[in-house]
């Protein structure tokens, strides 16, 4: 009895062994990156300050923003890396507040970050977003610092909450065009930090074309570019280049300072440019794209222009082809050729995808040429026939469930189609 009573403590040790062990491995990479910081406290590189004064580092981490309101719902970290081998890291962040001269952590609400690797390129940089509904409490004004471990080595940026124009509403800190007043002028747009294109085409506040589009190719990025454009008969036409989701380039128009003028959205995929301007486009090809959008004429700014060079060498290689947003902005259409056929149509809704196959699109040689949509879960595929010819595809498509798509009618055209006033007219 005496050996079953020490057999049965011994593996109930054993147990209680394996439980704790894996106790500990069930502890998150977060929960590790943080008592590694803290313990390494003075290893902590900081690339900013809260003087926003950026130290020359190899990797420089720093925020979008030095000042924040506290009713902002993120942070926006960027990763500059500076060296010749890209850099890693992974989702996880801390925050610190400076309490009493010293830096007391910001305790997490929900403290778990997925243990995927994200890195920044040599020579390149990277975004990322840290979402402030994480913490545990709305962050009050003080001073703070978000911290990072990037191979290996603890970098911080400090940043501010307090008075900014940097809010939940305005998270890049132009008040929405709606609520601007009917009196704005070009004066004031250039106050607020918007690019001033005068009547002679000279441009105000140039710098910020390349502050804005240095980072434009970056997947996660958020952004947000004003443009004021002085028209010869006085008025001035206003429009937002945001970058609020993957993939998405919103452009909203404000003309309500002209005659009959109003307040309209488009969506766009890829940035273009040609002859000194640059636009807003669905096709890789920009030549293909029935209705890309100017966005500004900018000849003289050099900087931007090559910014935008490069960033057509890094995104077009690995992207589709043909991209198109319903009219609210909420379902995303794309096609990517492929040798095999049928033509496979993409959808995505930013949080769920599905596919569909193109019924025209199966015979060898036929090719997908745009897409367009009748309303906001109606699209239209429209299909070059290899033996001549338009077929014209009207796909229903559930917006709860992107695999769940109908054929509404089809036609065929031996013709391609025409717009007016945005909408399809397929030739009799």
Known sequence: MKRIHTAMISFILLILFVLYISCGCTRSRAEDDYFLTRERETDVITTQSLSGEIDESDVILRTQYLVYDPSCEYVQVIVDNYTDEQVRYGEHWKIDQRLDGEWQPVEFENYGFNDIGLGADAHSGNAYSCRLSMLASELEEGEYRILKEIDNQ??????????????????HGFVPLEQL??????????????????QDGSITNGDKLAEFFRYAELYYWLGQLRIAQEQADGSLILIDVI????????????????????ITSRYFRFFHVKDGRIYAAN????EYDPEPFLIIDCPNETETLELLSDYHTGIFARDFTIYSWS???NIRAAYRPKADYPIILSFNNGDDGGRCKVRGGEVDGSELVDIRWRDANTCIAI?????????Y???QIDADDLDSTAVESFAYSSERYTLEDGEVVIPE
């Open 154 to 171: 603890v970098y911080a940026a400090e940043f501010r909450v307090g008075d900014s124009p940097v809010t939940a509403e305005s998270p």
């Open 181 to 198: 007043p009917a009196d704005y002028t070009s004066v004031d747009a250039a106050d607020d930090g918007a690019v001033v294109v005068s």
């Open 243 to 262: 970058r609020s989701r993957p993939e998405r380039i919103d452009i909203v128009t404000d003309t309500t300072r002209g005659a009959d003028g109003e």
């Open 283 to 286: 096709f890789v090809d920009f």
């Open 327 to 329: 009219p609210d902005g």
């Open 383 to 391: 299909v070059e026939l290899s033996g001549g010819g338009y077929y």
């Open 393 to 395: 595809e009207y796909i």
